[in-house]
């Protein structure tokens, strides 16, 4: 992205923004501090939407923010988001949108269609960042 991390992290974490932009993840309530609750509704191709309710993991302003979702008990089947933020010469930024699973579900839901195509997803969402953020350069 040929903008600074500054915008691109305030596109990530401005989640009442989404709706403005993102095709894909609706927000629905909650805070983006550390701690916070989250309320997210994720509509991707190839499988019906949903709403989860993560917690915010991390949030290192300008360089990490990650969000931790839970299916069913700890342990069961976990997801953590990361957005990571890496500053390049020339001002830009790359981006870096994944998920790292964990439970003992892991191996078995990672299968199904939705997380499967989850790759497809991150390239698209990373691609509405960068138009948000750019848009945004003042």
């Keep these: 992205m040929r903008v600074a991390r ?26 983006a501090g550390p701690g916070a609750a989250l309320k997210l509704r994720l509509a991707v191709e190839g499988a ?7 917690t915010v993991s991390v949030g290192e302003p300008n360089v990490r923010f990650a969000w931790l979702a839970r299916t069913g008990v700890p ?6 988001h990361f957005f ?23 191996l078995l ?10 790759p497809r997803g991150f390239a698209k969402m990373n691609d509405e ?6 848009s945004r350069v003042r």
């Design 84 to 106: 990571e933020l890496e500053p390049m010469a020339g001002g830009k930024t790359r981006l870096m949108n994944r998920e790292r699973y964990s439970g003992a579900l892991s």
């Design 48 to 54: 019906a939407p949903y709403e989860f309710t993560p």
């Design 6 to 31: 500054s915008r691109v992290w305030d596109a990530v974490v401005d989640f009442p923004s989404y709706g403005e932009w993102s095709t894909q993840l609706s927000w629905l309530g909650g805070g």
């Design 75 to 80: 342990r069961l089947f976990d997801g953590e």
């Design 129 to 134: 960042i960068k138009a948000r953020a750019e």
């Design 109 to 118: 839901m990672q299968r199904l269609p939705m997380m499967a195509g989850a």
